[in-house]
Each structure stands twice: as structure tokens, then as C-alpha cells.
């Protein structure tokens, strides 16, 4: 091979020989492949799986970080840990209609109505939950809400739905105020994206945790309708949906829209003792002589916490007299436990949210922000609310209205003369 010289040689190429290989890979990569009839049977196996390849990659987050599927958010004001988000969790990944994340209060935040956490740190945790990416918040359930939907802590921007529970106890009439399951479904609203909150009607001494999967069963198929009709755009708009379930899901007679009933739990002021039992008592039982020398140390430790509380008992104030004497004045300091005590009721309509549930249904009620449920509100409510239920009736009818037809048509076969 001869040499060449001068202009007729090669230029040399300035670009790193790594970075040159790397460029004509990617440029022979992006070529449309011949359009040829596979060769191999490996080839034909791989264009007849290109198919299944797709529908996986259908239902993975897309490149700009937004999932194919509809995402909801949950929150629950019984804390990340209750029985109730579980319930609704597990119903919602199980169906595999929606992706599921979780923002909720690290403990229990019931009845904290629309507050708010300000001049202090959030702190968010990374919690496990099966088929769901969830936090756990060192806040109020209206701070996971507002947390979730700024865009920090999750990747997506909006998600299609927000669901609130499912809160132990009921949501009826006054008690919205109080209710931070309200008020964290409340607060999507105000952002502008959907939002139920769901309740059982739990009884103390009665109702257990199995109830919650019960009711949120129940609840599934409004859950899902509601998500078929946001991709549509056809939901309701200005108003979430407050779902009370009654004690017994398993057992419920069906959806009935209702209205914010003036129902409202008295409240009772109970005087709390300020004394109570040492852990060192309890320690004694499974250790005993380390525990008479806890117990000891306890006696010690309380009696020195008397003697400074009889100390701080009496404070002495400058006088403004113009004696100029001292003068004593005692502080008292005591102990109070609010407490609600269920009240008879009479007379409520049978549209009303508290004598639906007393009645075996799932009350269904449209509020506002305001927290009112406005006529131009609950005229669309009732439409969306008939047809959706319309719609799961013809679905359940439908294989009975087969059922029928077959054995009509057997009846007559038997009952025809034989051919022969």
C-alpha cells in the first residue's frame, strides 16, 4: 500500500477516537431498519413480544417523570399507621386502576379542623407500603395535602384525584368543622383538583378493623367511576364529595345522596387528676427487685415534684399600693379533657347525611369550600350520582338478563317434539 503525502493525505481527526465511535453508534442506531421479513425464528420470537414490551412500557412513568396511569393521592387523619388508610390502600393498588401515593400525618391528627403547621420544619419519611410510594409528615393532614401538591415531594405536579381517609367516626353536619379528614379533602379543593373524603360510622366497642376493608370495598366503584369521568372531564366541579359509610359496610343498602344535616355532638368539659401511676409499678411485676429500687427512686422523684409544686403554689407580686407592702397571690393550676357525648336526634329527614347511616347507606354529600351545599351544586351532584349508579345496575343485570334467556331457550328445546 503506497504511502500519500501533502494534500492527498488523510486529515487528521480532532475529535477524541472514543467520542467518534460513540457518534457513529448512535447514527447507525437511529436508521430505519430494512423492511424484511424476519430470518430467524430468535427474530420472529422478538417482533412477536414487541407487543407485550409496549403494554409494559404503557404503564411506566413516561419520560417527563408523569406516570401513564391516573395518579391519587391519599391522606388519612389517623396517621400514616391506621387501619383505615391501609384499607383504602390496599383496595386501590389491588384494582390496579390508578397509581397510588401516600402523604400522611406520622400520628394521629383527628380533629385539628383546617390547621396548619408555620414557623417550624416539616420533616418528611419515606414509609413502605406495598405497591405505593408513600411519606410519613411531621404535620397536619392539610399539611400533607398542601405538601404534596407543591410539586416537592413527589414527581408529579397534579394528581387526578385526592381521597381522605378512611377517618374512623363520622363527618355528619357541625362535625365537618372539627374534622381535618374534611378539611385535608377541603384543602385539594381549594387547589383546584378533586377530592373526596371518606368516614365509617365507627362504634365503640362494636366496630373493628375489618370493617374498614369492608367499606372500602364498597366504596371502590364511585372511586373509579369518579376517575373514568376526571379523564373525561365530566366530574363534578367547585365541591368534593363526603362519604359517610355506615357501621356495617358488608351490610349497606346502597349510595344516597344527602345533605349537610345541623346535627352537632355535645362537647363535655371532664377535670382531670393530675396524679398517675408510676411505670415504675407496672415495671415491678416482671422485675421485681429492680423494680422496688425504681419504685423507690419514683417515690423520691414525686416527692420532690411536690415540694416544688407547693413552692410554685404561691407567688409573690410587687404591690402597686402605695403601702408599698408585698402582696400574695395563689396560682391554681388544673386539668380539664374535652370529650363529645353522642345527643339524641329527632326529627331528621331522610334525606339528611346522619339518618342516611342510621338507615344501612353510604351517604353521599356535595360541599363547597363554605363548606354549604349550594342548589347549582347538588342538582349536577344528583345527575352524576343517578347515572353512575344507573350504570352498575344495568352492568349487574346484564348477566342475569343472559342467565334468563338461556333457560328459556332450554325449556323450549325440551319441551319441542323429537325430529324423529
Not at 342510621?358 to 345527575?383: C, F, K, M, R, W
Request: with cysteine; aromatic share 4%; hydrophobic share 40%.
Amino acid at each position: 500500500m503506497e504511502a500519500t503525502s501533502g494534500e492527498e493525505a488523510p486529515k487528521r481527526n480532532p475529535l477524541p477516537s472514543a467520542l467518534v465511535s460513540n457518534l457513529q453508534s448512535v447514527l447507525a442506531a437511529r436508521r430505519p431498519p430494512p423492511a424484511e421479513e424476519p430470518s430467524t425464528a430468535a427474530e420472529a420470537e422478538a417482533e412477536a413480544s414487541a407487543p407485550a414490551a409496549e403494554a409494559e412500557a404503557s404503564d411506566a412513568p413516561a419520560g417527563d417523570g408523569t406516570p401513564a396511569r391516573p395518579v391519587v393521592l391519599l391522606t388519612c387523619a389517623g396517621g400514616i399507621r391506621s387501619a383505615g388508610l391501609a384499607a383504602i390502600v390496599d383496595a386501590l393498588v389491588a384494582g390496579g386502576r390508578c397509581d397510588v401515593h401516600v402523604c400522611a400525618p406520622e400520628s394521629d391528627k383527628s380533629a385539628c379542623g383546617h390547621s396548619i403547621t408555620v414557623r417550624e420544619t416539616i420533616t418528611a419519611t419515606s414509609v413502605d407500603f406495598t405497591g405505593a410510594k408513600a411519606f410519613e409528615i411531621s404535620g397536619t393532614p392539610v399539611d400533607c395535602v398542601s405538601l404534596a401538591l407543591s410539586g416537592r415531594l413527589f414527581p408529579w405536579q397534579t394528581p387526578a384525584l385526592v381521597i381522605s381517609g378512611i377517618n374512623a367516626g363520622p363527618n355528619c353536619g357541625y362535625e365537618m368543622f372539627h374534622s381535618s379528614a374534611i378539611a385535608a379533602a377541603r384543602e385539594a379543593l381549594v387547589y383546584g383538583v378533586p377530592s373526596i373524603a371518606i368516614s365509617l360510622n365507627w362504634k365503640k366497642d362494636e366496630s373493628k378493623d375489618s370493617d374498614f376493608r369492608d367499606a372500602a370495598q364498597v366504596c371502590l366503584p364511585l372511586i373509579n367511576a369518579a376517575l373514568a369521568d376526571i379523564e373525561k372531564g365530566n366530574f363534578l366541579r367547585g365541591c368534593l364529595l363526603n362519604i359517610g359509610v355506615p357501621s356495617t359496610p358488608s351490610a349497606t343498602k346502597g349510595f344516597k345522596l344527602t345533605k349537610q344535616s345541623g346535627y352537632s355532638p355535645a362537647q363535655s368539659w371532664q377535670a382531670v387528676s393530675a396524679s398517675r401511676p408510676s411505670s415504675a409499678v407496672q415495671f415491678m411485676g416482671m422485675h421485681q427487685s429492680l423494680g422496688i429500687q425504681l419504685a423507690q427512686l419514683g417515690k423520691d422523684a414525686s416527692a420532690a415534684g411536690a415540694a416544688r409544686r407547693a413552692q410554685r403554689k404561691t407567688v409573690e407580686v410587687e404591690s402597686v399600693a402605695a403601702a408599698g407592702k408585698q402582696e400574695v397571690r395563689e396560682v391554681v393550676k388544673k386539668l380539664f379533657r374535652a370529650e363529645f357525648v353522642e345527643k339524641q336526634h329527632e326529627g331528621l329527614d331522610e334525606d339528611i347525611d346522619l339518618r342516611a347511616l342510621e338507615n344501612g347507606y353510604i351517604s353521599v354529600t356535595p360541599l363547597n369550600v363554605h363548606g354549604q351545599v349550594e342548589p347549582e351544586v347538588e342538582v349536577p351532584a344528583s345527575d352524576w350520582l343517578t347515572a353512575v349508579l344507573s350504570l352498575d345496575n344495568e352492568n349487574e343485570a346484564a348477566p342475569a338478563t343472559v342467565d334468563q334467556h338461556d333457560a328459556s331457550v332450554a325449556a323450549e328445546e325440551k319441551e319441542a317434539p323429537s325430529a324423529a
